[in-house]
């Protein structure tokens, strides 16, 4: 067994991505495809598409709204499992609250 299916919460698995796949980071469609790619064990298999979309549909997955909400909840916390893009954005936002009243 692996350990992503031994973690209980959405948001530890998310944040196991996001310290094991860095491109997940910037990147919400690969740590989806990730995170069902663990959750479905789909390694194990040698599975055509239809069976894929098969799994899929009747898998007990948390929506993929929940998987984007637990990355930033995860990433809120911890700042060393942010992405390239998410680093410069809050850069700017700091050097703009930081420069507001200049303006």
């Known amino acids: 067994m692996h350990i992503f299916n ?3 919460h959405c948001c530890d698995k998310v944040k196991y991505l996001l310290q ?12 989806l495809a990730y995170y069902q790619w663990y959750a479905l064990r789909l390694w194990e298999f040698n599975i055509t598409k239809e069976e894929f979309f098969q799994r899929t549909r009747f898998a007990e997955l948390p929506a993929a709204e929940s998987i ?11 700042h060393d499992l942010l992405g390239e893009k998410q680093r410069q954005r809050l850069a700017e ?4 609250s930081a420069n507001i009243n200049i303006l």
């Open 6 to 8: 031994e973690i209980k």
């Open 20 to 31: 094991t796949y860095e491109e997940c980071r910037d990147d919400d469609k690969r740590l």
């Open 68 to 78: 984007t909400r637990a990355r930033r909840k995860v990433q809120e916390k911890n």
């Open 93 to 96: 936002a700091r050097y703009i």
